[in-house]
Nanobody
Framework: QVQLVESGGGLVQAGGSLRLSCAAS????????IAWFRQAPGKEREFVAG????????DYADSVKGQFTISRDNAKNTVYLEMNSLTPEDLDVYYC????????????????????WGQGTRVTVSS
């Protein structure tokens, strides 16, 4: 059983930056693909970025490429999402999710493939 706890959300002005963290416990962290998803009010949850267990493979939604960076520190059991040049369109609840993936594979973007989820952290961008 893997537990995930997000942190780092908050209020930021348009054009600003935030770094979200996802701290994991309860499993062998390096065997899990970790992904970030986000959900705006009234919209479906969408994939943002994902990173393989060894951090040698990452993938991003087209809408955030060049703007967001995902990374991980397996020694700290933590994944990060660095978000730059934020706009009001980035206002969402951000969730991290874990998928057991002991073999190298592409980053899965379908949320139902992820078994473990955090409670979410809210990002608010003021214009």
């Amino acid at each position: 059983q893997v537990q995930l706890v997000e942190s780092g959300g908050g209020l930021v002005q348009a054009g600003g930056s935030l770094r979200l963290s996802c701290a994991a416990s309860g499993g062998t962290f390096s065997l899990y693909v970790i992904a970030w998803f986000r959900q705006a009010p009234g919209k479906e949850r969408e994939f943002v970025a994902g990173i393989s267990g060894s951090a040698d493979n990452t993938d991003y939604a087209d809408s955030v490429k060049g703007q967001f960076t995902i990374s991980r520190d397996n020694a700290k059991n933590t994944v990060y999402l660095e978000m730059n040049s934020l706009t009001p369109e980035d206002l969402d609840v951000y969730y991290c999710a874990a998928r057991f993936s002991p073999m190298p594979s592409q980053i899965i973007k379908r949320e139902y493939e992820y078994r473990y989820w955090g409670q979410g952290t809210r990002v608010t961008v003021s214009s």
